[in-house]
């Protein structure tokens, strides 16, 4: 098909996204039980988070576009083709001359390409560590107060000597640790998609993903302890689940694989946190009922009245109708904007995808064809 077709399609599934979302917003607003229901605040929201997602993003992406400019420069020079032309007309990558080992006389052709591709992977794998590192540098910036000082002193009377306790560090360990625990599970992943039935249970595998999400979501926060830190993490989580996608048979299989996966996410959006909060009091009931089914020959131990219960238990409902108004708005909000990015980055993915179409070998795999990429 042409571009013109494609352009066209795209267009129409998107129009019908934002009618599909327009008919659910209107449904639960009909069958609301609230005496005043919100109003559809789109521009508010629109402009409150797209903007700075998008700037983020352009500068996020200033300094990998240039390297990876540099890395395709130096792998593959034939890619621009004004690049250092000899006077023969034709001009060789820098290491297309390098021997692979030592004990080698002359360049063998044939592993030219094999070489280029552990080259590209090795690029990769620096640029992305060195990611990691610098974005843990940024949502964790160095903090040196007097109140954290004072605080380090009570920790350990040593800490006047030397400096034994540094926060920061620690919690940057745990940030790049994290996310290249992360990392490796979403190589898995990608190394799942290249099976041959893949494309056939698409379905299923979008499901799994789903429940996967979400589970990994609890434990990258447990494990960081801050919503914040676990948002970078969770986004390549979603760009990775958006790329296995291209996996299907043939279009149609894709365009139902984001149909089902555009239900879930509204689902996951309106129901997740309802759903987890039910399932997680219905565990701690059936584990209390078998606490108290084991221990309840053994004799209770009496508490004497609190003069404070009544003004403790004010402030702590208080607390919590406080927390249970806050809370859900900041995760939906991170939600929405853990969402943005992974829309924001899929183009800059695309085009890795086609510049190293035979390196990665990932459009190959799912069977895209070149023309389809254009």
């Known amino acids: 098909y042409s571009r013109g077709i494609f352009s066209l399609l795209f ?36 402009w409150l988070t797209f903007p700075q997602a998008f700037v983020g993003c352009m500068i996020g992406l200033v300094p990998i576009i240039l390297t990876t400019a540099a890395v395709t420069f130096l792998l593959k020079g034939h890619f621009f083709p004004s690049a250092l032309i000899n006077s023969r007309g034709n001009w060789k990558p820098p290491f297309e001359g390098t021997r692979l080992h030592h004990m080698e006389a002359i360049v063998d052709p044939k592993k030219a390409f ?19 590192f610098e974005g843990s540098k940024i949502f964790l910036p160095q903090r040196d107060s007097k109140r954290e000082a004072e605080i380090i002193k009570n920790y350990d009377k040593n800490a006047e000597k030397e400096s034994i306790y540094t926060p920061t560090a620690w919690k940057r360990s745990n940030f790049i640790y994290t996310s290249i625990i992360m990392s490796f599970s979403l190589v898995v992943i990608v190394e799942w998609s290249y099976w041959s039935n893949f494309g056939k249970f698409i379905w ?17 926060e447990r494990q960081l302890s801050d919503t914040l830190l676990s948002a970078p993490v969770m986004t390549g989580m979603g760009i990775i689940q958006g790329l296995v996608t291209l996996s299907a048979n043939d279009f149609l299989d894709f365009l139902l694989s984001y149909v089902v996966g555009f239900g879930f996410l509204v689902l996951e959006r309106m129901y997740q946190s309802v759903v987890l909060d039910w399932i997680d009091k219905m565990f701690h009931k059936i584990l209390d009922l078998a606490l108290k089914a084991l221990l309840g020959k053994f004799p209770k131990k009496t508490k004497e009245p609190d ?44 085009a890795l995808l086609m510049v190293f179409r035979d390196e990665t070998a990932i459009p190959s795999k799912y069977g895209i064809k070149e023309q389809d990429m254009e």
């Open 11 to 46: 267009t129409l599934i998107g129009v019908f996204t934002v009618l599909l979302a327009f008919a659910f917003w209107s449904i639960v607003r009909i069958t609301t039980l609230l005496e005043i229901p919100p109003n559809l605040k789109f521009s508010g929201i629109f």
């Open 114 to 132: 094999v070489s280029r591709q552990g080259r590209l992977g090795f690029a990769f794998l620096v640029i992305s560590i060195l990611s990691i």
């Open 204 to 220: 299923e595998v979008i499901i799994s993903m789903k429940i996967a999400n979400i589970l990994s979501g609890n434990v990258v």
């Open 307 to 350: 003069q404070n219960a009544s003004v403790s238990g004010k402030s702590k409902d208080m607390v919590i109708e406080s927390a249970g108004t806050v809370e859900p708005i900041l995760d939906s909000y991170g939600g929405y904007c853990c969402d943005t990015m992974s829309l924001l980055y899929t183009p800059f993915l695309i």
